[in-house]
């Protein structure tokens, strides 16, 4: 049987900002134990959700049959996650986004704290960006003292 109940509210977050759960993510998305497995909730978007629909329906066509369980739900997207970050990098350094940006998207597999996203994202996460960035910061500082001295 497949249960999902929320972290109670009183609890530590499992974000491990060492803040209490219903004062940090819970105000954000729901952190539950499914299965006896932490999982992020996220709502999902109603744009998103017809995308969805839109995917399952494509998969009916194609395979003539409904999504299962075992089934990639996007069997028509690229399958590697490096692919998508190295698409991710091209575009970004195409916009001109700063490379210790880019760098961080890159070693944190993916994240970009921005305006559209913030909200889904934990303290941590994004402590976990910022430090990232100001880490390739500092590489640069360190190999450019060297070139010089």
Do not use: W
């Amino acid at each position: 049987m497949n249960k999902s109940k929320e972290i109670p509210g009183k609890s530590q977050c499992p974000c491990e900002s060492k803040k209490i759960y219903s004062n940090c993510c819970k105000k954000k998305f729901k952190f539950v134990l499914h299965n006896n497995t932490l999982k992020k909730v996220i709502p999902i978007h109603k744009d998103l959700f017809q995308i969805l629909k839109d995917i399952e329906a494509r998969f009916i066509e194609f395979y003539g049959r409904k999504l299962t369980k075992s089934d990639h739900v996007f069997a028509f997207a690229p399958i590697y996650n490096d692919e998508s970050l190295l698409e991710g990098i091209k575009l970004f350094r195409e916009l001109g986004f700063p490379e210790n940006k880019i760098y961080a998207y890159y070693k944190s597999d993916g994240l970009f704290p921005c305006d559209l996203n913030i909200d889904l994202l934990s303290e941590v996460e994004i402590e976990e960006y910022l430090s990232l960035s100001n880490k390739y910061d500092k590489l640069v500082r360190s190999k450019g003292k060297k070139l010089i001295s």
